[in-house]
């Protein structure tokens, strides 16, 4: 490079700024989403719920046990991406806002199961094989104490 004729200008500083930012928030969110091994779950204190899946509604909706639960193992294996107390850091979805319906039971049963991919990309993993059925519904049940309304 000819140091004589560079000039540092303001617009320069910018872009080479902004560059060093955006870097900077790849390298975290890849660090984010990077090899993370599930915690398992204890779940037998909760009534089994059998090999079938249930799809809806939350068979532990208000269960005190299901939801202490459910907070664990959300804190082992989903406060990650979804951020402590569910309250999302922009890398995954807000999980606070999601609806209190059997429709979204569904839902976010099909998304914990079968996890989440987008052109190749992983977005989440399945937790299916991973997590009992028994985890997956605890941890919904203790998502709709912190629901915002």
Same mark, same amino acid.
């Given at each position: ?9 303001? $617009? ?5 700024? $902004? ?16 090899? !993370? ?5 204890? !779940? ?16 532990? %909706?208000?269960? $005190? ?14 406060? %990650?991406?979804?951020?402590? #107390?569910?309250?999302?850091? #922009? ?19 099909? %998304?914990?199961?079968? #996890?989440?991919?987008?052109?190749? $990309? ?6 299916? #094989? ?15 104490? !912190?629901?915002?309304?």
């Amino acid at each position: 490079m000819d140091t004589q004729n560079y000039k540092e200008t303001p $617009a320069r500083k910018l872009r080479v700024g $902004a560059m060093a930012i955006g870097l900077a928030l790849v390298a975290g969110l890849a660090h984010a989403h990077g090899d !993370v091994t599930p915690q398992a779950v204890d !779940v037998s204190t909760l009534k089994p719920l059998g090999k079938e899946w249930v799809t809806s509604p939350n068979p532990y %909706r208000g269960d $005190a046990e299901a939801i202490r639960i459910g907070s664990s193992a959300f804190n082992q294996n989903c406060a %990650r991406c979804h951020g402590l #107390g569910a309250v999302s850091g #922009g890398i995954a979805p807000d999980l606070r806002k999601l609806d209190i319906e059997p429709e979204t039971d569904e839902y976010f049963l099909g %998304r914990i199961r079968h #996890g989440v991919t987008r052109n190749g $990309a992983v977005y989440m993993p399945p937790f299916e #094989g991973i997590l009992p059925q028994e985890a997956m519904w605890a941890i919904k049940a203790w998502l709709e104490t !912190v629901r915002e309304k």
